[in-house]
């Protein structure tokens, strides 16, 4: 359940309510205002008390810089990359092609950067690139990273959650976002790891946590740290 509240301080909050979350959290969303996580059943007024009874760290929490795109821009990606340039032909259209790991992402040089709503296409655009990359790059080295570890999962798929990255089914077939596209290797392997992880364990418990240090080479907590710090380059 999604929506949003307003604050005096902070101006817009958006709120999610999700199933089985015991406390709130608060990050920012990609468009600059907060995003408060909470327990679904709670009120809105619930909802306040527990924004008034954070207010001094929210003060401090780091605020993220908005998502920006401009022309000559370079997006990395997981084994490829996206350039944003100009064109002349075809005013209000974004046109793309790839040139072997590159997307070129044409615009026309009219194009205002600072709408929302360009920003948005801009970001769908790239979404669904990525997803079709994710099968030529995402799955296969997933599966390399299974097969490195001697674990066979029933099969990957590729989805398309920016706050959910991987998900691993009762039936042992591991989705795979096509978000992971944006994260360096380092942190791809991550989550690929922590995916397979749950073959073994389906929940979050200690031996599943001490499983998935073993899997990144005990390096869990600075990589989920990292991960967590993360900005990605497209709208959520």
């Known amino acids: 359940m999604k929506g949003y509240i307003e604050d ?3 101006g817009k909050i958006h709120v999610e309510l999700r199933r089985g979350m015991t406390s709130v959290r608060f990050t920012y969303h990609s468009d600059g205002n907060l995003l408060m996580r909470a327990p679904l059943g709670v009120t809105v007024s619930d909802l306040k008390r527990m924004i008034e009874a954070n207010r001094e760290q929210l003060r401090e929490l780091p605020r993220p810089e908005a998502v920006t795109f401009s022309f000559g821009q370079v997006i990395e990606c997981f084994r490829c990359r996206v350039m944003i340039e100009p064109q002349t032909r075809m005013p209000g ?3 793309n092609h790839w040139e072997g790991d590159t997307l070129h992402l044409q615009l026309h040089e009219t194009a205002n950067f600072a709408d929302e709503a360009v920003k948005r296409t801009i970001s769908n655009v790239i979404g669904r690139a990525m997803e079709v ?7 296969p080295f997933a599966r390399q990273v299974a097969d490195s570890l001697e674990l066979k999962p029933a099969g990957f798929e590729v989805g398309r959650g920016m706050r959910k ?6 039936k042992k077939v591991i989705q795979l976002s096509r978000n992971l596209m944006f994260l360096p290797e380092e942190l791809v392997r991550y989550v690929i790891c922590h995916e397979l ?9 200690p031996r599943f946590h001490a499983l998935c240090d073993q899997y990144t080479g005990n390096k869990e907590k600075e990589l989920e740290r990292q991960l967590r710090q993360f900005r990605f380059p497209i709208l959520k």
Request: some cysteine; aromatic content about 10%.
């Open 8 to 10: 005096e301080e902070f």
């Open 93 to 95: 259209y974004i046109l």
């Open 133 to 139: 990359q994710a099968h030529m790059a995402l799955l």
């Open 165 to 170: 990255l991987g998900h691993c089914t009762t």
């Open 197 to 205: 992880a749950h073959l073994t364990y389906m929940n979050h418990s």
